[in-house]
């Protein structure tokens, strides 16, 4: 009988070391499914499944996210989205710095034609350095993101953009929009930006510049539509950043602030430091934005300073550049600005 206890607490001695002691744990099991390309490694999160059964151990597995940490892994997500290849996911993880010199940038164009599409990309304090745009006179609009339209969506966080190169449509006074993570953002519901940074480099030469975007719009087509899209910017700066337009409104963050009435933008706790801002449109530098147009627009603890800002040869040391608010049939006046609670009711 003393053997027999001996034995049962040697057994219940090496299950409890078994469970306090992680070195006695078992590996957990490496998932793997088989797409329909190729294997797909669930704990390295590259390529894209968004679920699926374990082939090792039967396991439904879900993927969070995709993990980015090299410029030819952030080359190869750009072009699965161009080519309207599912990435299986909504969330892109920035998990290194990633230096992009000597890589041409095809900028991604989020589309929710065929179905409202989620992107977020979380920069997790990791910085992008020399993003550099295609051929300087592509009329395409420019940025780490292109183009946002109909019902997709982004969301960008803790990321910054070091000396980015994104240099398109060079005179060309028609377009594109140009930016430093957006160029030209229409019909989208939510566009985030929150604790993102740029630091120096060079955003435009086309026509709408601005540092994190060059135009934005929400849509309004009788029997289609109509989209609000809400610009939501919180906690971010620019810094020592050149942008430049071609008889076009530029901005220390936004070029032209709203094409459409539904368009809603608000900046929080931002800064505009040391950055050359021109444009050659008369009135349209501003050290924070280019143009209001017709957007509802409310700028709160955003901050300027050590900036050169002029509209052909003329200096600016406001916040905005041109205010062009719209005066319907009605009497009513489409358009707004506000800066820490006062409004701005100069109008053209």
């Known amino acids: 009988m003393k053997k027999v206890s001996i034995i049962l607490l040697s057994l219940m001695l090496i299950i409890v070391m078994t469970a306090c002691d992680p070195k006695m744990e078992q590996k957990s099991c490496i998932h793997v499914i088989e797409t329909e390309n190729a294997t797909a490694y669930f704990d ?84 992008i350095s020399n993003l550099k745009s295609g051929s300087t006179d592509s009329t395409e609009s420019q940025g780490l993101i292109g183009r946002i339209w109909s019902n997709a969506t982004l969301e960008i966080r803790n990321l910054t953009l070091e000396d980015p190169q994104i240099i398109a449509g060079e005179g060309n006074d028609k377009g594109p929009g140009i930016g430093g993570f957006v160029g030209y953002i229409e019909a989208s519901p939510s566009v985030k930006f929150t604790n ?48 430049t337009g071609t008889d076009a409104s530029v901005g220390g963050i936004m070029g032209h602030a709203g094409g459409n009435p539904n368009t809603e933008i608000n900046v929080s706790n931002t800064s505009v430091t040391n950055c050359t801002i021109t444009t050659t449109g008369a009135n349209k530098a501003g050290n924070i934005l280019g143009t209001n147009n017709v957007a509802t627009t409310t700028l709160t603890n955003v901050t300027y300073s050590g900036n050169i800002v002029k509209a052909v040869d003329v200096e600016n ?31 053209e």
């Open 196 to 243: 993102c940074h740029i630091n120096g480099g060079n955003i435009g030469s086309g026509h709408w510049a601005g540092g994190f975007y060059g135009y934005a719009a929400g849509y309004d087509v009788e029997g289609n539509g109509p989209v609000l899209s809400v610009i939501n910017i919180d906690g971010c700066s620019v810094d020592g950043v050149t942008i």
């Open 44 to 127: 390295e999160a590259k390529k894209y499944p968004s679920a699926g059964i374990c082939s090792k151990c039967g396991e439904t597995v879900t993927l969070e996210g995709i993990s980015v940490s090299t410029s030819d892994e952030l080359l190869a997500v750009a072009a699965d989205i161009n080519s309207k290849t599912s990435i299986g996911t909504d969330l892109i993880n920035i998990a290194n710095d990633i230096d992009m010199a000597d890589k041409t940038w095809d900028a991604p164009f989020l589309s929710g034609y065929e179905g409202a599409k989620t992107f977020i990309i979380d920069g997790n304090g990791y910085k």
């Open 317 to 347: 040391k406001e916040a905005y550049g041109r205010l062009a608010f719209v005066e319907n049939d009605d009497g009513t006046i489409s358009g707004s600005l506000t800066i820490d609670g006062k409004s701005i009711t100069e109008a």
